[in-house]
């Protein structure tokens, strides 16, 4: 069983920068993250193939997210810049058993514990 663990969520004021890293307790095929806001459905963030393949964002992160990895230590990263009150969410990490699965949450088989992001305007 693949074991997740996200870090680095923060309370950041408008047009701010957080980091967000997921360690995995393996790193096979595809890696992701999703995001839930209060009283909305689980959305797709962004999310990549393990060999740095299938990058893929959602409109609302192109262009202000990144996604990226370190192979060597099993972590992936979502950089996230000018950061909006829409942006508050939870934030989790994800994986899937078959390469460029991860952006969808119904092909995702294990998910991180969630960490939040609050923006503040």
């Known amino acids: 069983q693949m074991k997740l663990a996200e870090s680095g969520g923060d309370s950041v004021q408008a047009g701010g920068s957080l980091r967000l890293s997921c360690t995995a307790s393996e790193y096979r095929y595809c890696m992701g993250w999703f995001r839930q806001a209060p009283g909305k459905e689980r959305e797709g963030v962004a999310s990549?193939?393990?060999?740095?393949?299938?990058?893929k964002y959602a409109d609302f992160a192109e262009g202000r997210f990144t996604i990226s990895h370190d192979a060597s230590k099993r972590i992936h990263y979502l950089q996230m810049n000018s950061l909006l009150p829409e942006d508050t969410a939870t934030y989790y990490c994800?994986?899937?058993?078959?390469?460029?699965?991860?952006?969808?949450?119904?092909?995702?088989?294990?998910w991180g514990q969630g960490i939040q992001v609050t923006v503040s305007s």
């Open positions: 994800a994986a899937a058993r078959t390469y460029g699965a991860c952006a969808s949450s119904d092909n995702v088989r294990f």
């Open positions: 990549m193939d393990i060999n740095g393949g299938n990058m």
